[in-house]
């Protein structure tokens, strides 16, 4: 039996770093790390285990027997129990034995640092090595630029196990490496900038839809190895597509293998349930005040961006992070030091993650998921603010869809519900999200939102994605919302891509993708998408008829765009807007057009501008405006 060798891949400034909660970069000294020590191959172990009265690595070499290769624990009391083992190496499946001073509670758990699992329901830990060779040298010279808040940035959101399934064999889920050909083609097809991945660090639990998650370090096993996700991201870059990972930082499962009373005692979670549970989705919060725990989690991120190449993180439920009474009720949360509500120690976590991904990736973006009116989210932490780089704009969805949903004949009573996002829309660098969590529980497909015959529904998806595109801010569509599923999403079957074969599904794939090339060709539209200067309202009080207007401005006065959308299925022929200056209206876009579904109603390729004064301004014309639609013109002399 291969004896444990006393080696260690930890410094004394690792293990300073480490206690201050500074050490971002853990993942290089914890977990399993194939190497030789004294001419041997092998496996380094490390696990962070304080409460421990010892520790073993049980696993497939040793028959998962308890005891036959303890772990020494350092003499700094770190809590880091360490050893190299020879002869064990990728591929091993593994366990840590933890016997706890804590009332002499053992346990069996998973490596937190594993960077490959077993497939679920399996839940061992495996050794792994992933070197791999990155074809991604353009995009990554050039990431800065994709990647800044004044480019295009059109994000499709997708679910791996459900984005399409193979029913020829068994309905089953594409691979990492069936997903780089088929998904990367369909996102570069529909002209998207970025694409979104729920979260793919492994997960127990399918119906959590990868929001539970037990190995943070680790692709889940489910659609590959870990060399083969890294192979779809490098497929994304080589096709100038920037890759969001959904990350979740916000709670943890209980599952037995996990990282809950990791060592006997309340390690990574807050021991306090007021603060170390979380009521809604049964789980477990991260202890933020634990300066280990958020040396754990801040170099979890930095793991993704640096070993897998990540262009930005969608930082999920950061509401539930920043709330001591986050769905609590009164008597179920304590206030902080200050009488307040606000999770200090959670502030301060995510101010520090955000500092450090800004300092060591200038070119990713962080983007918060936060549904309140906390302020400055996505300022930056100098100023203030707790550092993102984007934050969603969650009122809008609410209010959009909200608007959306009820027949036009009332919806001159409600525009002020539709205009009111412009009144904050430039107090945060606002995300346009229609997500995952739009279509599930009832709440509908966007198009079964939408009211009206088939062709008013459909008239309906187009304006809601036309005005979404014209509106300030990045974008966000889930799945399946390109091509107007009529089903909610469920996480269990494919998208129904046979609906592709109807002309009105077809023609608002055919849209979004344009929307996507509008976006992408106009400066105006993404310049000063987060800044005032680049919106100006032409009128935005023609509640009888309906009808908002508004320019958008790029970085020149030649560059601005004007957008008229009729929230009816009323043609509006000969209606005055006014204009900026002289010249002539050239239209570029109309969401009405045949090839999309739409009744064809348009204007002439150009209108001459008149010096008549209209909506506040000197000169104006009369222009077209379809049912149910949006028309987008650029001004020429």
């Known amino acids: 039996m291969s004896k444990v060798i006393v080696h260690s891949l930890l410094t004394d400034f690792d293990i300073d770093l480490f206690k201050a909660g500074k050490h971002y970069r853990l993942y290089e000294k914890l977990g399993s790390h194939v190497i030789t020590v004294e001419g041997q191959q092998g496996t380094y172990f490390a696990v962070w285990a304080p409460a421990a009265k010892a520790v073993s690595v049980i696993g497939d070499f040793n028959y998962w027997e308890d005891g036959e290769h303890p772990l020494n624990v350092r003499w700094d009391s770190s809590g880091i129990w360490e050893g190299f083992i020879p002869n064990v190496g990728r591929g091993n499946l593994y366990k ?53 808040i004044d480019a295009p940035f059109s994000v499709y959101e997708v679910h791996l196990a459900s984005w399409k399934k193979k029913f020829d064999d068994g309905n089953r889920s594409l691979s990492y490496v069936e997903l780089a050909e088929e998904l990367v083609s369909y996102v570069k097809e529909m002209e998207f900038t970025h694409v979104e991945l729920m979260p793919v660090m492994e997960y127990p639990f399918d119906p959590s839809w990868g929001y539970q998650i037990t190995g943070y370090f680790a692709p889940t096993s489910r659609f590959g190895y870990p060399e083969d996700f890294k192979y779809l991201i490098d497929k994304f870059h080589q096709n100038d597509i920037g890759v969001i990972l959904d990350w979740v930082p916000s709670h943890f499962p209980e599952d037995g293998h996990g990282l809950g009373f990791f060592d006997g005692t309340h390690l990574y979670e807050h021991p306090d349930r007021r603060k170390g549970y979380h009521p809604d989705w049964k789980s477990l919060i991260f202890n933020y005040g634990r300066n280990e725990v958020k040396s754990f989690l801040i170099s979890n991120a930095v793991f993704w961006l640096d070993q897998y190449h990540i262009d930005g993180l969608r930082v999920d439920a950061v509401a539930s992070m920043i709330f001591l009474d986050y769905s609590r009720n009164d008597g179920e949360w304590e206030p902080n030091m200050l009488g307040g509500n606000e999770y200090l120690e959670a502030i301060d976590f995510l101010k520090a993650l955000n500092e450090e991904i800004y300092a060591s990736f200038p070119d990713v973006q962080t983007i918060a998921e936060e549904s309140t009116a906390f302020p400055k989210i996505s300022k930056p932490t100098y100023l203030g603010g707790l550092g993102f780089g984007m934050k969603w704009m969650m009122g809008w969805m609410h209010d959009s869809l909200q608007y959306f949903s009820k027949e036009p004949i009332y919806r001159k009573h409600h525009q002020d519900d539709l205009t009111f996002s412009m009144t904050y829309a430039f107090s945060e660098n606002f995300m346009l999200p229609l997500s995952h969590d739009e279509v599930v529980h009832g709440k509908r497909s966007i198009i079964g939102r939408m009211p009206g015959d088939e062709w008013q529904k459909f008239a309906n ?46 023609g608002v794939q055919k849209l979004v993708k344009d929307l996507n090339i509008l976006y992408k060709t106009y400066p105006a539209l993404y310049e000063k998408q987060f800044e005032q200067e680049g919106f100006e309202w032409i009128s935005y009080d ?34 005055r807007i006014g204009l900026p200056k002289a010249g002539k209206l050239v239209q570029i876009f109309n969401s009405d057009d045949i090839q999309y579904g739409g009744s064809g109603i348009t204007n002439k390729k150009s209108i001459p501008i008149e010096k008549k004064d209209w909506n506040y301004r000197i000169h104006s014309c009369k222009i077209t405006i379809p049912p149910l639609g949006v028309v987008v013109f650029k001004i020429e002399k």
């Open 461 to 506: 998806l187009r304006l809601l994605y036309s005005y979404m595109f014209t509106h300030p801010g990045t974008k966000l569509l889930f799945m399946g919302g390109e091509f107007g599923q009529h089903g909610e999403w469920n996480f269990q079957e494919s998208l129904d891509w046979y609906v592709l074969q109807y002309d009105f599904h077809s």
């Open 96 to 148: 840590y034995k933890i016997h706890s001073s804590n009332n002499n509670i053992t346990t069996e758990k998973a490596d937190p640092f594993a960077r490959r699992c077993e497939h679920p329901p399996k839940t061992a830990s495996t050794v792994w090595d992933d070197p791999y060779t990155w074809d991604d040298n353009k995009w990554m010279a050039k990431r800065k630029k994709h990647n800044a």
């Open 542 to 575: 023609d509640h009888e008829h309906s009808v908002i207007s508004y320019i958008r401005k790029g970085k020149t006065k030649k560059e601005a765009l004007v957008v008229v959308c009729n929230m009816t299925p009323m043609p509006r022929e000969e209606y």
